[in-house]
């Protein structure tokens, strides 16, 4: 039985730090509207299921705090179980953990909301408990406004209540897992023996077929194992022939490799031949070319001599003229350099002449704009003491030439306070000082101009006596160098036209000389080819010619040999007319071996034929692959024979077993429609049970409230899966449609006291209900106390749990526990009044 022991809400809703401790009994919960009552009531179903009724998360954190945590302990069947969870301030679940108490500590039994991935201690919970959130607020409880919403429901959503409130759906449960209970076994039987009891008769049919097929395996092996004997039979007779055949076939194949031995050798030494040949035919062609070298020797040498006197000849006088070029290229920059002075020099010395009166001209502006400074600093002094004149005189004021002062008659005002006469002299001044800066400007941009003037002329006069030149002759005797020189720089172009062209003369020169040692080398190597070919004179060129001809005559019968492969001189030889003089080819020791052990060999091979071999070869394969195949199929037959009968055997034990399945099976199916099925006899005794104590407790508790109702019967519709409400009166059946609004809220009380009441001896202990006195009257109000500690006598409930802010009608009534709810500055605090 679920019961609430405790539950602690920490910055929840209006909750800054509040814990209160459920007990057995009556427990009230008194306040003014928004003092935090209901929030407890949120506090459970979010800490249960996850749900509440305060549209979203964020609205579970109190205002201006930063997380909202809440930890709620409950019992149920004998198990204790604590739930915690914390919000962040935007209200997203931090963490979340589901506990229960085992052996003294606490062990977690699931965490978080991952539903995606089927992690969701909210649906633990609502396992545990046997009830989802919606069943949940309509059996225990019973939130401010939706008293009424029971007799709202349809007739089949009202009908599946009732099922879930007394445990039919543990029936269905019940018929469910028979089921699995059955289609598991089916399943063990399918995967033990390869079928169930539904498939007997195809078991017995595939007896039948298995049956048939060791017939007639055995009639095909018995066949097979006549084939075997007469390939055994061949094979013997072909192994004999086969390895007479192969011995000689062995030394054909020696016949074979020494004939080929002897073929690489005599390739060797006609490749070898052909290589002297060919070597000894150029050193005749070098022999000659270098004698024709030789008999050149003393006319080369002489050549050489006379390129090497032209050379050097040619190189001393391209020395002496290249020396007389780089004298008269620094004469020539020694040339241009005196001409750029002589034009700067040009140019300075009329800068000179032109600014020479330029120093006098400087002094006399400095004394102007000295003098004009002066003067104005002196107007500047005139205009402030005028200023300071006209100041007094504006405050001296001759009224019918009385002195304001001493007030005596004036006759005549001093200038100095005429202030006309004072304005005249300010205006005169203020123009003599505009017309003295303005020359005062002019002056200073003419000091600046001839200042840059000055700067010119002292540069040209330092250019002109760091470089000596002191008038207009210092210019015409340097113009008279300048001619001098030129005159001697215009030979350079005949001295380099000079030097070029002895320097073809003297690389033509060198590049005979060049010529003439190569031509020296090749003589000095070619002497040196002929002394190492012991080649002296043309005698001995004419030995060498008849090498090659011996030679090439050898190589002329070597090559006939080997025209033909080993396999063809090999066929040859042991026939009986042999196409071949083996003998021929014994050239040397090594050869003559080899040609003696080949016609040995050839004797005996005598007889021997490829292709019968072959043919005996391709047949004893075919037999031994026959003969292979035979047994291979004779053992998969009789493997498979022993593996059918086998099978067979265990088919017919399974099908014993099978027989007796069926009769379990049977029994199984027929207990299941029998007495789990929700429309079963069972589950219609339990539900007609429920719906009359329902409706004898609701007929009881809605006289209590005094209204025209002395029946509320809860009527199940045989066939349409339906449960109606129906109210009785004196006047007979009353229509809910027709009540008034207190009347429908009584009826509801009085359903769901019912409801709490039969309920309270199944899943539940406890029920909670919020402001359920809301649109009664006033005697009515008084009447729910009494219904109340009814309904927790005479039930099995042990925890009802109200909320209201009628504090009145409770503060003196038969209750066990009395809480009391208070909005503070700092949230609601909750006291226990008793």
């Not at 021929?584 to 007889?607: F, H, N, Q």
């Not at 099976?665 to 006899?681: D, Q, V, Y």
Request: proline letters at 1%; one cysteine or more.
């Amino acid at each position: 039985m679920l019961m609430i022991d405790s539950i602690t809400l920490v910055d929840f809703i209006s909750h800054r730090d509040t814990t209160i401790r459920f007990g057995d009994g009556v427990t009230v919960f008194i306040g003014r509207n928004g003092s935090g009552k209901s929030s407890v009531i949120d506090g459970i179903t979010y800490a249960l299921y996850g749900k509440h009724t305060r549209r979203n998360n964020s609205n579970l954190v109190r205002h201006g705090a930063h997380h909202s945590s809440l930890i709620l302990e409950f019992s149920i069947n004998g198990k204790r179980y604590k739930v915690e969870k914390r919000l962040s301030a935007k209200g997203t679940l931090e963490s979340g953990v589901l506990y229960e108490l085992s052996g003294g500590s606490w062990k977690m039994l699931a965490a978080g909301e991952r539903k995606q991935f089927g992690e969701s201690m909210s649906n633990e919970i609502a396992k545990i408990l046997g009830l989802d959130y919606d069943k949940m607020r309509v059996a225990a409880v019973i939130q401010q406004g939706e008293i009424d919403r029971i007799i709202e429901y349809k007739p089949k959503e009202f009908k599946e209540l009732i099922n879930n409130i007394i445990g039919i759906d543990r029936l269905d449960n019940a018929y469910e897992l028979m089921r699995y209970v059955i289609d598991g076994f089916r399943e063990r039987l399918r995967s033990v023996y390869g079928y169930d009891d539904n498939s007997r008769d195809t078991l017995a049919r595939d007896v039948e077929r298995y049956e048939k097929d060791v017939e007639e395996m055995r009639r095909m092996i018995s066949r097979i194992e006549e084939d075997v004997r007469r390939v055994v039979e061949e094979k013997v007779t072909l192994e004999k022939e086969y390895e007479e055949m192969r011995g000689k076939r062995e030394r054909f194949e020696g016949l074979k490799v020494r004939v080929s031995n002897l073929l690489n050798y005599i390739g060797e030494r006609k490749r070898s031949l052909e290589r002297e040949v060919e070597e000894i035919k150029a050193t005749i062609s070098k022999a000659e070319e270098c004698m024709m070298f030789v008999e050149q020797e003393e006319k080369v040498k002489a050549s050489l001599d006379s390129a090497e006197e032209k050379v050097n000849r040619l190189d001393e006088e391209i020395s002496r003229y290249k020396q007389e070029h780089t004298r008269l290229e620094s004469l020539k920059r020694l040339v241009a350099d005196k001409m750029t002075l002589l034009s700067n020099a040009r140019e300075q010395l009329s800068t000179v002449e032109r600014l020479k009166h330029v120093p006098d001209e400087l002094s006399k502006v400095k004394e102007r704009l000295q003098e004009v400074s002066y003067r104005i600093s002196s107007s500047n002094e005139e205009m402030g003491r005028l200023k300071g004149l006209m100041e007094c005189a504006s405050k001296i004021e001759f009224k019918d030439g009385i002195c304001p002062v001493c007030n005596s008659k004036v006759e005549r005002i001093n200038p100095l306070f005429d202030k006309n006469e004072l304005k005249r002299r300010i205006q005169d001044a203020a123009r003599e000082l505009d017309i003295l800066k303005r020359e005062y400007l002019k002056l200073e941009n003419r000091l600046k101009e001839l200042e840059g003037y000055n700067e010119q002329l002292h540069m040209a006069k330092g250019f002109l006596e760091m470089n000596k030149i002191a008038s207009i002759n210092s210019i015409y005797a340097l113009e008279e160098e300048v001619n001098s020189l030129s005159r001697e720089v215009n030979s350079i172009n005949t001295i380099k036209s000079k030097i070029n062209s002895l320097v073809v003369e003297r690389n033509d020169a060198y590049d005979m000389m060049k010529e003439y040692r190569r031509r020296l080398d090749e003589i000095n190597k070619a002497r040196a080819f002929l002394d190492a070919k012991s080649i002296k004179n043309r005698d001995d060129l004419e030995r060498l010619r008849r090498e090659v001809r011996e030679r090439e005559g050898l190589v002329g019968r070597l090559k006939i040999f080997l025209d033909k492969d080993a396999q063809t001189i090999a066929l040859s030889m042991i026939s009986p007319s042999p196409a071949y003089n083996i003998d021929e080819y014994a050239i040397d020791e090594y050869s003559k071996r080899l040609v003696g052990e080949i016609v040995t060999l050839a004797g005996e091979c005598k007889g021997f034929s490829e292709e019968r071999y072959m043919k005996i070869e391709r047949r004893l394969k075919e037999v031994e692959r026959v003969e292979r195949e035979r047994e291979k199929e004779l053992a998969g037959l009789k493997s498979r024979l022993d593996a059918i009968t086998n099978d067979l055997e265990r088919l017919r034990g399974t099908l014993k077993v099978l027989d007796h399945a069926y009769n379990h099976t049977t029994m199984l199916e027929r207990i299941r429609e029998k007495a789990f099925h929700r429309n079963s006899i069972v589950a219609r005794s339990l539900r007609s049970w429920a719906l009359q104590h329902i409706s004898d407790k609701a007929s009881e508790y809605a006289k209590a409230f005094s209204i025209d109702i002395s029946r509320i019967e809860l009527v199940e519709e045989e066939g349409n899966n339906e449960v109606n409400i129906a109210c009785y009166g004196r006047r007979g059946l009353i229509d809910l449609a027709s009540m008034s609004g207190g009347e429908k809220v009584a009826i509801a009380l009085a359903l769901r006291f019912a409801i709490a009441y039969v309920m309270g001896g199944y899943r539940l202990d406890f029920v909670i209900m919020d402001e359920p006195t809301v649109h009664l009257d006033e005697e009515r109000r008084a009447s729910i106390v009494e219904l109340i500690g009814l309904l927790a006598e005479g039930s099995a409930l042990k925890q009802i749990i109200i909320i209201t802010h009628d504090s009145e009608i409770f503060e003196d009534a038969d209750v066990d526990h009395l809480y009391k709810f208070e909005m503070t500055d700092q949230g609601t605090v909750v006291s226990e009044v008793k």
